[in-house]
């Protein structure tokens, strides 16, 4: 199983982006997905989840900005990010909870950059 992050790059303050993972290999089922970040000289931190029952969780930091979305038929994880702050700046990282038969496993992209600047 292999998770692939795109969307990332540079926007100016107020803007927007739009994050996908895409889910690929021998899938069962995404139990659940999520988006974390790291800037840099920071811990990662988890931006925004969603289970496979459709609630959602968000930091804080981001609530009413940010929206994730998944498209289960195609296996896809989105993050949409509207009115970009500098301090948005980060690394973000793709993750789910994937089950391969009788075994969930959790897995990470490989990441994406996003930096918000003016």
């Known amino acids: 199983v292999q998770l692939v992050e795109s969307g990332g790059g540079s926007v100016q303050p107020g803007g927007s982006l739009t994050l996908s993972c895409a889910a690929s290999?021998?899938?069962?089922?995404?139990?659940?997905g999520g988006w974390y970040r790291q800037a840099p000289e920071k811990q990662r931190e988890v931006v925004a989840r969603?289970?496979?029952?459709?609630?959602?969780t968000y930091a804080d930091s981001v609530k009413g900005r940010f929206t994730i979305s998944t498209d289960n038929a195609k296996n896809m994880v989105y993050l949409q990010m509207n009115n970009l702050k500098p301090e948005d700046t980060a690394v973000y990282y793709c993750?789910?909870?994937?089950?391969?038969?009788?075994?969930?496993?959790?897995?990470w992209g490989q990441g994406t950059q996003v930096t918000v600047s003016s």
């Open positions: 993750n789910a909870f994937i089950q391969t038969g009788p075994i969930t496993y959790s897995y």
């Open positions: 290999g021998s899938i069962s089922s995404i139990n659940s």
């Open positions: 969603m289970t496979s029952g459709g609630s959602t």
